[in-house]
């Protein structure tokens, strides 16, 4: 049976790191930020306020998900940041033999770019958030994933994916969500 990687997903500072890490706490799983992957000159593009191409992107997601599975190999289920922005780019993650699940951070311009603004000692600008809503695919019924609303308290956020998906430590498991009900 494949491991399971949970993706938290989203644009930058929905607070990937933040959930990802309590999710991490609450499973026993070990986590990696996916920032953590990019090669130099991606971190050098961002710094100078350049939005990265698709081209850029392809081997930073292939280089993650090698290393998730690495972990699969080694029977680790493990949690990830990652914006995973576009359909193609989760594809690429996807493609992992581990399970690949998805927690899609969602929230308005003003309040990702709130949080954004206060931020320090990160490479990526606050001005190019718009890029990222604009190239931002929220997740398909057929991609294996919730999405929750940033508005909530970490402690609520973390709580509802775990529900959600079934993934709490303890075995109990959330009623499966109706179909008709919006992610």
């Not at 989203?10 to 930020?33: H, Q």
Request: hydrophobic share 40%; aromatic share 4%.
């Amino acid at each position: 049976m494949p491991a399971t990687c949970l993706v938290v997903m989203g644009v930058s500072g929905a607070g990937k790191s933040t959930i990802a890490a309590r999710l991490a706490d609450e499973l026993g799983w070990p986590m990696a930020e996916a920032d953590e992957f990019h090669p130099e000159a991606n971190i050098a593009k961002m710094s100078a306020g350049t939005p990265l191409t698709d081209a850029d992107r392809m081997p930073w997601l292939e280089a993650l998900r090698a290393w998730i599975d690495r972990r699969d190999e080694a029977g680790e289920s493990v949690v990830v940041t990652c914006s995973a922005l576009k359909r193609t780019y989760r594809d690429v993650l996807r493609g992992s033999v581990a399970r690949v699940r998805f927690v899609h951070l969602r929230g308005s311009v003003d309040t990702v770019g709130g949080r954004l603004s206060g931020r320090s000692g990160h490479f990526m600008p606050p001005a190019l958030l718009e890029s990222q809503f604009a190239d931002l695919e929220p997740l398909d019924e057929d991609e294996d994933g919730v999405a929750l609303d940033v508005s909530a308290d970490p402690d609520a956020i973390t709580s509802a994916a775990l529900d959600r998906l079934g993934l709490r430590p303890d075995g109990s498991a959330a009623p499966e969500p109706d179909p008709h009900t919006p992610r």
